[in-house]
């Protein structure tokens, strides 16, 4: 299984920029998807799951109400709709793919090791 992020680059204050991850090779169902984002000396965190299933979502407190996980499962593509961009949504963001009932544990960064694949990573530079 390969996932490829895409859709980064800079962005302004107040504005909106879409991040891509579409799945290749022998995934039959997506399951569970995630974003997390690192920010330069900082630790990982987790931006949004979508159990790809249902369409259920979870968001961090820190993009709430600004960003939208969805998901085509036709096209095995998950998509982050980021708006109202901060200067601190600066960060390189990551895909990654996990087994069923991982969003449950949202937040937990101790079952970060459960997601099995991850994508390279694409940077997101939101400019003030």
């Known amino acids: 299984v390969q996932l490829q992020a895409s859709g980064g680059g800079l962005g302004q204050r107040g504005g909106s920029l879409t991040l891509s991850c579409a799945a290749s090779?022998?995934?039959?169902?997506?399951?569970?998807m995630s974003w997390y984002r690192q920010a330069p000396g900082k630790e990982r965190e987790g931006v949004s799951c979508?159990?790809?299933?249902?369409?259920?979502?979870y968001y961090s407190p820190s993009v709430t109400g600004r960003f939208t996980i969805s998901t085509d499962n036709a096209r095995k593509t998950v998509y982050l709709q980021m708006n109202s961009l901060k200067p601190e949504d600066t960060a390189v963001y990551y895909c990654?793919?996990?087994?069923?009932?991982?969003?449950?544990?949202?937040?937990?960064?101790?079952?970060?090791?459960?997601?099995?694949?991850w994508g390279q990573g694409t940077q997101v530079t939101v400019s003030s």
């Open positions: 090779g022998s995934v039959y169902t997506l399951n569970t």
């Open positions: 979508i159990v790809t299933r249902d369409s259920s979502n």
């Open positions: 990654a793919r996990g087994p069923p009932g991982l969003c449950n544990y949202f937040g937990d960064e101790i079952r970060e090791k459960d997601f099995d694949y």
